[in-house]
Nanobody
Framework: VQLQASGGGLVQAGGSLKLSCTASGRTFSTYGMAWFRQAPGKEREFVARIAWNNISTNYADSVKGRFTISRDNAKNTVYLQMNSLTSEDTAIYFC?????????????????????WGTGTQVTVSS
């Protein structure tokens, strides 16, 4: 699975941005998808994930209520709608895919719980 993230940019605090991640291949619908982010000098951190069947989602506490993850299996694309952005959201955002065979647990909040990684897209929030 090859993943390509897009949609990043510069936005003012309080604004919104929608990220997209498009996958190649015909097996997209068999993978759960996740977003992680990495700010300068910090470790990569979990943001959100969505199950392969679109039934379950999970969010980091820092983005809950502001970010929404969704997917369109017909378009091989996962989205991250980000609202009420703050400077703390400034980071490179990465999409990732994980096998549907992995248990739906906190292990999917770790980078080593992912099977494939995509390119990153820079999000910068100005205050």
């Amino acid at each position: 699975v090859q993943l390509q993230a897009s949609g990043g940019g510069l936005v003012q605090a309080g604004g919104s941005l929608k990220l997209s991640c498009t996958a190649s291949g015909r097996t997209f619908s068999t993978y759960g998808m996740a977003w992680f982010r990495q700010a300068p000098g910090k470790e990569r951190e979990f943001v959100a994930r969505i199950a392969w069947n679109n039934i379950s989602t999970n969010y980091a506490d820092s983005v809950k209520g502001r970010f929404t993850i969704s997917r369109d299996n017909a378009k091989n694309t996962v989205y991250l709608q980000m609202n009420s952005l703050t400077s703390e959201d400034t980071a490179i955002y990465f999409c990732a895919a994980f096998s549907r065979l992995r248990p739906w647990s906190d292990s999917l909040r770790r980078a080593d719980g992912m099977d494939y990684w995509g390119t990153g897209t820079q999000v910068t929030v100005s205050s």
